[in-house]
């Protein structure tokens, strides 16, 4: 058996090469126990060497944090552009469709132009009324509440209530977190309740990601997995989630 430095060195470089590592895995190599390694990724993490997930331990946290939008502008800028542009194909001729907060959803606003159909969006997003409020061609229903500095978009009862008289065709979701697990998440409860409406709300889901998000959980889930229809996401998501979330039965669009 190793000592705890042979053990630690080993952990770190198994988490190195491969991103992640399974506490079962490491008992199995290094013949310990399982109490044995859980402390030995406890001490890690506590030195800011790891982050311990479900069942092991990870190089990149599993948590998503609700950062402002300023922030997240500047983020896989370029995948996102990629992502919206994408999804733009999914709208159909005279939809009536609502696009969440959050800056995968304000870049799909942003390229959004329809030549000769009219289109109806609903938002509760502030970012993604102004860049649509102008264009020709589409009306805009632009959510009541109280605005959240974070995400520039309103949230709570005013808006449910105007969500109760609705029916859509698609629904756009930026998400902070995709789990094969746990589900779809975003990093505030308030607006998680308000994306579980819009979903309620809408015939079909789209989940608009960049490959960061996959494996990462935030606070609030808004739904299942097996909840979604479209997920668009860019070209370094790995095939073991495309895999995994086609068995699921959704649709894979890939930017």
């Known amino acids: 058996m190793k000592n705890i430095t042979e053990r630690h060195e080993y952990i770190l470089n198994k988490i190195k090469e491969h991103n992640k590592v399974s506490i079962q895995e490491l008992c199995d ?6 109490v044995t390694i859980r402390k030995d990724l406890k001490l890690l993490e506590d030195k800011h060497l790891i982050f311990r997930t479900k069942g092991g331990a990870s190089s990149n946290n599993p948590y998503a944090t609700d950062k402002p939008l300023i922030i997240k502008e500047s983020i ?17 001729d005279n939809d009536s ?25 609903i938002t ?17 229903l ?10 520039s978009s309103v949230a ?23 789990d094969l697990d746990f589900g779809i998440t975003i990093s505030n409860l ?28 935030g606070l609030g889930k808004i739904c299942n997995i097996e909840d979604v229809d479209y997920i668009v996401t860019d070209s370094n998501i790995s095939s073991k989630y495309i895999n995994a979330l086609e068995e699921s039965g959704l649709k894979v669009v890939i930017a």
Do not use: H, W
């Not at 190599?29 to 399982?34: I, T």
């Not at 469709?97 to 109806?120: C, E, M, Q, Y």
């Open 156 to 178: 709570g009862q005013y808006a449910m209530r105007i969500l109760d008289e609705i029916s859509c065709g698609i629904v756009f979701l930026g998400v902070d977190g995709i």
């Open 76 to 92: 896989n800028y370029d995948e996102k552009n990629k992502i919206a542009k994408k999804a733009i194909e999914l709208i159909k």
């Open 142 to 151: 632009q959510l009541g509440g109280l605005i959240r500095p974070n995400s």
């Open 190 to 217: 308030t607006e998680a309740t308000l994306n579980q409406k819009m979903i309620a709300t809408s015939q079909k889901v789209v989940i608009l990601a960049d490959s960061s998000k996959f494996g990462r959980r």
């Open 29 to 34: 190599e290094m013949n310990v126990s399982s």
């Open 97 to 121: 469709i609502l696009i969440g907060s959050g800056t995968t959803a304000s870049a799909l606003a942003r390229f959004l132009n329809p030549s000769d159909n009219k289109l109806t969006v």
């Open 124 to 140: 509760p997003a502030l970012r993604v009324a102004i860049e649509l409020c102008n264009k020709p061609n589409i009306e805009v």
